[in-house]
């Protein structure tokens, strides 16, 4: 086995075919990208070279850099929630549970198997204002907080929380699956350890419990974050990208202008930007994995 | 040394042989055309015959007044409506009845979803592989098919046949002035007005006893609704065409029918006082609290629930809204409890009360590469024979002359009939001038305009932007 991995040419037939595979699915359609990014309007229709041009149009505007905002921030407060009160959650079913486990984690797990557009019925239904209060606002009327009442997909500034919120519902259970099964392969031992020197509560996940989850973390924010970037399906079916333009996306916007305003090569240009913006995620996600290690 | 002349022969054989692979269509077709040379130079002029016959019958065909000559066609249509809904029934109907006339006609009718029509067709424009028929919008989209020589001049078509009368006056011109050509290039599937729908027991209810012919009459019910604690108007802002169209509605009755061609051609801006008037009224509507709560919210389905449960007085839409209107679950009004008004007049002199916001719906298109006699001959028959089908199937005007009997038709269908007999002229949506860009943007922020997070000058000043920076 040795002598094998010893000879670069058996290495390297191990990894050609693999590497042709993922050039021709992976690098072949970002090469092409790259290639339409030169193009403005659609390949049939006012195809014409443009040099960069796309790539300057991608700095004057507006509408990109909101949406840009619009995934940072969604990115920033859909990850910490997923991640956080799945790991929360997890931890709860270790140590408070006592009665009933097997139903509720059924039930925090449901909603990762509901379709996307299902959930966008359901949460629109909750958020309802016309003709009939959804139950967001009926429990706010009957609580007395009339105040509080209010269109909340319908406007700008509560928008984008609301689709957070129910971002976060559906995954939640996905992430406390992960963690309880990382906190099940902690040994009971060890945790027993910490009690009889005095560390609970706060103490016991911070020296304990999070350096020996560290690992399971980073991977669960990689998921979290790859699912969040590319934010698309559950913004259509809430909001579809309103009201205005406050709830929609990067790869929204870039569906938006290849296929409705038929620029594929500003598309691609803007493909090409996800792209990067993922490479850029992870390598931060990387360095915190490195930080840690260092301990 | 020996070992490494084998490997090298091994490797010429095999790279010999893959070439020789790599070429085997050239060569066995060139031995087998050297050997069956004879057999196949005579197969070749047969075919060479056949096509130049089917050339010359296609080339004899120029008179189309006679009989059908049952020429040969496999049909591909690309549609919206499904087989057994609304226009997929008429364009079913209309192949299966030439099937009887032209027994070698058949046909493909394939469905997409209307969201994922413009998509579609734009991949099968760039791979130049558009289906014969095919459903597309009227407006601004038809025009890059047009200046790309996609679509075929069904008005020329039409002339040479002889049957432009059967597609009326006012769908031609209509299809004409949304295309800015001087043919057209579309069929119409569709002849509607758009206005204003309103519950009769609510007018009454708030001391209204006739329909409001003037804006300032139609402002001052608007405010007697609100005041006897009815909600006055109904929108479908969720839909954000809902509200666009309120917008047009003042528009056009305060700056005329051209107001929106002449911002599209840059002849006015749209951020001119007129326009920015238009947008300020519809947000003063929401502020005086005329649609209720979170608008933005509502689709135009909920948004005519709403008046036919008697929610709300009034609610935009278009004639197709009577499909919701003849269903007796739906409509709580009961089958006269709606009426319509058009939308009310500024300035009889800017835009006449006769004059009505009209569509054609979406349209069908024929690709150009795949136009031959055959599709002329079924072409003929199509525009010959919707009228009639529309009118004793459905009970609808879809652009066509007809001759069938009214007389049997709902109330509501009557209603929306006597309404396009009213009309004199027409003028088109907000966005009908208006292409994708600019029109996403405009449909994207009336919801913040409404909601008053922008206001009517910046809203304006967006479309401005995206109409700028789409010319480049």
Redesign the interface.
């Known amino acids: 086995m040795k002598n094998v991995l010893g000879n670069k040419k058996a290495i390297a037939l191990f990894v050609i075919p693999g590497l042709v595979v993922y050039s021709c699915i992976v690098m072949l359609p970002v090469i092409w990208s790259f290639y339409y990014s030169f193009f403005s309007g659609s390949p049939g229709l006012k195809w014409e070279f443009c040099g960069l041009d796309n790539f300057k149009r991608l700095f004057t505007d507006n509408n990109f850099k909101d949406a840009l905002v619009v995934n940072v921030k969604y990115i920033a407060v859909v990850m910490l929630g997923q991640v956080g009160l799945g790991l929360a959650m997890a931890l709860m079913f270790k140590f408070w549970l006592k009665k009933g486990k097997n139903i509720i984690r059924t039930l925090v797990f449901f909603p990762v198997v509901l379709p996307t557009v299902a959930v966008g019925q359901l949460f629109s239904k909750i958020y309802e204002i016309q003709p009939n209060y959804g139950l967001l606002n009926s429990l706010l009327s009957a609580l007395g907080l009339t105040n509080l009442v209010q269109p909340w997909i319908g406007q700008s500034k509560t928008a984008l929380w609301c689709l957070c919120a129910m971002d976060i519902w559906t995954a939640i259970g996905f992430y406390a699956v992960i963690f309880y099964g990382a906190i099940l392969d902690i040994p009971d031992d060890v945790i027993e350890a910490a009690r009889i020197d005095g560390c609970g509560g706060f103490k016991l996940f911070r020296y304990i419990m999070a350096p020996l989850l560290h690992s399971i973390t980073i991977v669960c924010l990689v998921f979290s974050f790859s699912g969040t970037v590319k934010m698309f399906e559950s913004s259509m079916a809430l909001t579809n990208g309103g009201p205005g333009n406050a709830t929609r996306s990067l790869s929204m916007y870039m569906y938006l202008t290849s296929f409705s305003y038929n620029k594929v090569g500003y598309g691609s240009v803007i493909a090409l930007f996800i792209f990067f913006l993922c490479i850029i995620g992870s390598s931060i996600i990387k360095i915190f994995d490195r930080t840690e290690s260092y301990y | 040394m020996k070992k490494k002349m084998v490997s090298f022969v091994l490797s010429v054989a095999m790279v010999s042989a893959m070439l020789a692979g790599c070429g085997s269509t050239t060569s066995s077709g060139s031995a087998a055309s050297d050997t069956t040379a004879a057999s196949g130079s005579a197969a070749a002029s047969t075919a060479a015959a056949d096509a130049s016959a089917a050339t010359s019958t296609a080339a004899s065909t120029t008179d189309f007044t006679g009989e059908d000559p049952q020429l040969s066609k496999d049909l591909k249509i690309l549609s919206i409506w499904a087989e057994d809904n609304d226009n997929g029934v008429l364009i079913n109907d209309i192949c299966k009845a030439y099937q009887e006339v032209n027994p070698n006609f058949t046909y493909e009718y394939e469905v997409v979803s209307a969201d994922d029509l413009?998509?579609k067709i734009?991949t099968l424009?760039?791979?130049?592989d558009l289906p014969d028929m095919f459903a597309y919008e009227s407006g601004a989209p038809i025009v890059?098919?047009i200046?790309?020589d996609k679509i075929v001049d069904i008005g020329a078509e039409l002339d040479k046949i002889g049957d432009s009368a059967y597609v009326t006056d006012s769908a031609t011109s209509l299809l004409q002035t949304l295309s800015g050509t001087d043919s057209i290039y579309d069929l119409p599937l569709g002849m509607n007005v758009e206005g204003f729908w309103y519950n009769k027991a609510l007018f009454e209810q708030a001391g209204i006893t006739e329909t409001p012919a003037t804006w300032d009459d139609f402002e001052a019910d608007l405010k007697k609704l609100s005041d006897a604690g009815i909600q006055p108007l109904a929108c479908g802002a969720?839909d954000?065409w809902g509200a666009t169209r309120l917008i047009n509605a003042y528009t056009v009755r305060t700056l005329g029918p051209d107001a929106m061609s002449n911002a599209a051609d840059g002849t006015t801006k749209y951020t001119d006082e007129g326009y920015v008037a238009a947008a300020q009224k519809i947000q003063d509507w929401n502020n005086e609290g005329y649609f209720?709560?979170?608008?933005?919210?509502?689709d135009m389905n909920?948004a005519g629930?709403?008046l036919m449960?008697g929610?709300a007085a009034i609610f935009y839409n278009g004639s197709w809204f009577t499909s919701n209107l003849n269903d007796t679950t739906a409509n709580l009004a009961g089958e006269d409890g709606i009426g319509f008004f058009n939308i009310p007049v500024a300035d009889e002199s800017i835009s006449a009360a006769d004059s009505y916001s009209m569509n054609c719906g979406n349209i069908l298109c024929l690709s150009k590469s795949k136009y031959d006699d055959a599709t002329t001959w079924f072409l003929k028959y199509f525009v010959e024979h919707m009228g009639d089908e529309a009118m004793s199937k459905q009970g609808s005007i879809k652009g066509y002359t007809y001759t069938a009997d009214t007389s049997s038709v709902s109330g509501y269908t009557k209603l929306v009939l006597d309404e396009i007999d009213k009309a004199k002229s027409a003028f088109t949506w907000y966005e009908a001038t208006m292409?994708?860009?600019v029109s996403?943007?405009t449909q994207?922020?009336v919801?913040?305009l409404i909601?008053g997070?922008?206001t009517a000058e910046e809203y304006m000043q967006s479309i401005q932007d995206a109409s700028d920076?789409?010319a480049?």
């Open positions: 413009k998509q734009a424009v760039a791979s130049d890059d098919l200046e790309a969720g954000k209720g709560q979170g608008v933005t919210t509502v909920t629930s709403m449960s929610k292409n994708s860009e996403t943007v994207d922020n919801q913040t909601n997070d922008m920076n789409s480049q």
